[in-house]
C-alpha cells in the first residue's frame, strides 16, 4: 500500500503519528512538504530538522512529489496551499482522506455567499458521492460541512496528536494530592484570541482570595510586552512570563505544574496545548468553544470546562477548584489515560490503517465508539 500524507510542513504534533504509519508501512508512507515552514514558528522554537526524517520529501524542491500524490493507494490532505493539487487528485476518484479545521468559524453567513458556495462546491460538496472522506479536526467541523450537505456519512472524528509522554498515575496523583502552591501553566501565542489578558485578571482575584498559586505564562507575541506591563503595574510576582521555550521544555514545565488553563475562544480550530496538558496529568480547565474541547474533555470526569469567552466563567471554575481541591485532583490521572488509551498517534494510525484496509481490499472496520475515528457528531458551536 501507498499512503502520502500532504500538508504544508512536518511539525511536531504531525511527526508521531507520521512516525507511527511509517512504522507500518515503511517506505510506502510519504509525507509531502508543499511550503517552506514560516519564520513564526521557527521563532517559537519549532524543528526545522523535521524535513530530514526518511518518509519526508519537499514539493517545493522535487516537483515529481505531484505523480506520486496523484498515484498513491491512500492520500491524505491536509493544509497544503495547494488546492490546484487537492482537485487533481480528488478527480482521480482514488480513496482519499481530507482533513479540515472548521471553515467557517468566523460565521455560517459564509455558506449562504453565492461566490463562497461556489469555491465550497468545487472543493467539497461535489465529492460528496465520491470516496473522499473528512477527518474532522475539531468538534465543529462536521457542523460546518453539514451546512452545505457535504460528506454525508463520512465525516469522522480527527485531530493532533502530539508526542505522548509516559507517566505513572501514581506519580501524577501523588503530584495533585497535597501541593505547598498550586502551579498553574498557561501555553500560547500573546494574542487576543487566546485571552492571556485572563491570567493577570485570575492571578489578582486569587491574590484577593489568599491563595497560595504561581501562575507560569509560556509564549510571546503582539501581546506580550501589554502583559509584562500590567504583570508590572500591579505587582504580580505570582505570574513568570516565560516567553518562547521548545516544545520540550514546555512539556518539561508542565510536568511540574497542577493546573493548566487554555483560554482561546471560538476561533482556536483545535488547541493541541489541551492534549499536552492532559498528557502532563494536570487539571485541564478550558474554554469548550476551542476545537479540541469537546472531543477530549467531558466537564467533571477528566477535565473542567466553561461554556463562553466570557472571563467570569473562567473565573468561576477556577475559583471553585482552588476551594474545593481534593474534590478535583482525580481529574488529573484520568486526563492522562484519556490520551494514553485513545486520543494518540498510534491508536488514531491503528484506527486509520483499519479503515483504508476496508475501504480498499473490502475488509470489515468496526467504527469505534469513541475517540479517533468515531462518528463526528454534529455540534454547533460559535458562528
Given at each position: 500500500m501507498t499512503f502520502t500524507f500532504v500538508s504544508n510542513y512536518i511539525n511536531h504534533h504531525q511527526q508521531p503519528f507520521c512516525d507511527a504509519m511509517y512504522e507500518k508501512l515503511g517506505d510506502g508512507f510519504t509525507f509531502v512538504a508543499t511550503m517552506p515552514m514560516e519564520q513564526e514558528r521557527i521563532d517559537m522554537g519549532w524543528n526545522t530538522e523535521l524535513v530530514s526524517l526518511p518518509y519526508v520529501r519537499l514539493l517545493y524542491e522535487d516537483p515529481s512529489c505531484e505523480q506520486l500524490i496523484y498515484e498513491s493507494d491512500v492520500v491524505l490532505i491536509g493544509w497544503s496551499e495547494r488546492e490546484d493539487i487537492a482537485q487533481k487528485r480528488l478527480n482521480s476518484g482514488k480513496l482519499t482522506l481530507r482533513v479540515s479545521e472548521r471553515i467557517y468559524r468566523t460565521g455560517t453567513y459564509k455558506a449562504i455567499s453565492p461566490r463562497g458556495l461556489i469555491a465550497k462546491y468545487k472543493e467539497h460538496i461535489r465529492y460528496r458521492n465520491k470516496p473522499v472522506f473528512m477527518l474532522c479536526a475539531g468538534a465543529y467541523v462536521a457542523a460546518d460541512f453539514a451546512l452545505?450537505?457535504?460528506?454525508?456519512?463520512?465525516?469522522?472524528?480527527?485531530?493532533?496528536?502530539?508526542?505522548?509522554?509516559?507517566?505513572?498515575?501514581?506519580?501524577?496523583?501523588?503530584?495533585?494530592k497535597n501541593p505547598k502552591s498550586i502551579q498553574i501553566i498557561w501555553v500560547g501565542r500573546f494574542i487576543s484570541l487566546k485571552h492571556p489578558e485572563y491570567m493577570v485578571r485570575l492571578a489578582m482575584r486569587l491574590k484577593e482570595e489568599g491563595e497560595n498559586f504561581h501562575i507560569h505564562m509560556v509564549g510571546d507575541g503582539e501581546k506580550f510586552e501589554e502583559i509584562k506591563d500590567l504583570v508590572r503595574e500591579r505587582g504580580l510576582e505570582e505570574i513568570t512570563l516565560h516567553g518562547h521555550l521548545a516544545p520540550d521544555e514546555v512539556r518539561a514545565l508542565m510536568s511540574e505544574c497542577h493546573v493548566h488553563i487554555s483560554t482561546s475562544n471560538h476561533l482556536e480550530g483545535w488547541g493541541a496545548v489541551i492534549n499536552e496538558g492532559m498528557n502532563s496529568g494536570c487539571i485541564e480547565i478550558a474554554c469548550e468553544e476551542m476545537g479540541a474541547v469537546p472531543y477530549l474533555i467531558k466537564d467533571n470526569v477528566n477535565g473542567l470546562t466553561y461554556p463562553t469567552e466570557v472571563y467570569a466563567s473562567l473565573e468561576q471554575v477556577v475559583l471553585r477548584v482552588f476551594h474545593n481541591w481534593r474534590?478535583?485532583?482525580?481529574?488529573?490521572?484520568?486526563?492522562?489515560?484519556?490520551?494514553?488509551?485513545?486520543?494518540?498517534?498510534?491508536?488514531?494510525?491503528?484506527?486509520?490503517?483499519?479503515?483504508?484496509?476496508?475501504?480498499?481490499?473490502?475488509?470489515?472496520?468496526?467504527?469505534?465508539?469513541?475517540?479517533?475515528?468515531?462518528?463526528?457528531?454534529?455540534?454547533?458551536?460559535?458562528?
Open positions: 452545505i450537505h457535504a460528506y454525508p456519512g463520512k465525516m469522522l472524528k480527527w485531530g493532533y496528536f502530539p508526542p505522548f509522554i509516559e507517566y505513572n498515575t501514581e506519580d501524577i496523583d501523588r503530584r495533585l474534590g478535583y485532583t482525580h481529574l488529573g490521572s484520568r486526563a492522562y489515560r484519556t490520551i494514553r488509551d485513545e486520543w494518540n498517534a498510534e491508536v488514531a494510525s491503528d484506527r486509520l490503517m483499519g479503515l483504508v484496509r476496508a475501504l480498499l481490499y473490502d475488509e470489515e472496520f468496526a467504527v469505534p465508539e469513541s475517540g479517533p475515528l468515531s462518528f463526528a457528531p454534529i455540534i454547533h458551536g460559535h458562528s
